[in-house]
């Protein structure tokens, strides 16, 4: 089987792919990425077991059909050192040869035999969302999630499905993020699981997998989801147990909104958070007179006063917050939008809105 590649354009699909691929596992045979080629197309496949990817290869030239193992890392490698715009693959029985200007290599290949299957998209009933959409509300909830939670629901996204519209919402129980998309019901208004977990992983590779200009299709299952977007056809395993009733900790009833512009807000708390570490992380943002004034203090570092104009001219509020937490919020934003803050009083939830369906709900800490 012979085959001839656009090397950069094969160097993505191997990074892509690659990104499920598991660096230890009982398994070594997961360490390898398939390559199965039928009818002119070259496809990528590769999996842990609870993720897997089938990702098609553009710019290939072949008049060959079979399918072989890759060693992951060895080929991403020798595609990354090498310069020609072209690669050449050969592959014989158990043996791979890649050639590309004056260089050549010989792998060893395992039997593709013994590698899982990742499910293709032949799916009648899914949703439809335009890719560009999905992808930013992916950036603005996927860093809310708690991978290392021992209550496995906050350890992926929650997609809360309408015929119409989408709601992806993320908990590690200090912070919540929830956005809403429109989306469109393929034949799948009743859904098996319409309000399914994915996880963290997935959803992190479904984001990079998102070409532009594209849409994604979703197919849930009861307990497993299929995703196809671009080049790339992804399956992933849902979270068990159950995700909280976000819905609840969402306050209502605001007693002040202050309304501040992205860039200058998160320069101000990247300045604040500088004077901060592990056993003094909590700065105070203080409203008074039309200015928000960011207060930290470290034992051992220092202190630090930052002042932002605002147009709040009511009783002075001190809250005290994690700035890490209003950071990662104000970082997967445009400089230029216009954010608003809902407050209550220091030891109530407060809502940080934009315009375009983005809540994000942030405790706050104690100021003893």
Known sequence: MKLHFHRPSLMTAFTIVNTVVPSRTPREILKNVKLHVADGVATLIGTDQEVGIRYQISGVETQSAGET?????????ILRELHDESVDFEIEDDKVWI??????????????????????????????????????AIRRTIFAT???????????????????????????SRRLALVKVPCKSNGADDPENNAPVVPRAAMSLIEKSIEEGTEVQLAVHANDVLIKCGNSTIYSRLVDGRFPKY????????????????????????QAQIVTNEDSRGVDFTFKDGTLTLNS????????????????????LTIKFDPRFVAEFLRVLEQEKQVKWDLIDPESPAVLRTDDEYTYVIMPLSRD
Do not use: C, Q, W
């Open 69 to 77: 193992l890759l060693p992951t890392a060895r080929v991403l490698s």
């Open 99 to 136: 050639r590309s200007g004056h260089s050549e290599f010989r792998l060893s290949a395992e039997d593709p035999a013994e590698f899982p299957t990742v499910a293709e998209f032949a799916e009648e009933k899914f949703h439809v969302v335009d890719g560009n959409v999905f992808k930013e």
């Open 146 to 172: 708690d991978v290392e939670s021992t209550r496995y629901a906050l350890g992926g996204v929650l997609l809360e499905l309408g015929t119409d519209s989408m709601a992806l919402v993320a908990t590690d």
């Open 247 to 270: 819905a609840d900790v969402i306050p209502s009833s605001p007693e002040h909104s202050v309304e501040l512009v992205t860039g200058p807000f998160y320069s101000a708390v990247r």
């Open 297 to 316: 203090s470290a034992a051992e570092i220092g202190t630090s006063t930052i002042e932002l104009p605002i147009s709040y001219e009511e009783d002075e």
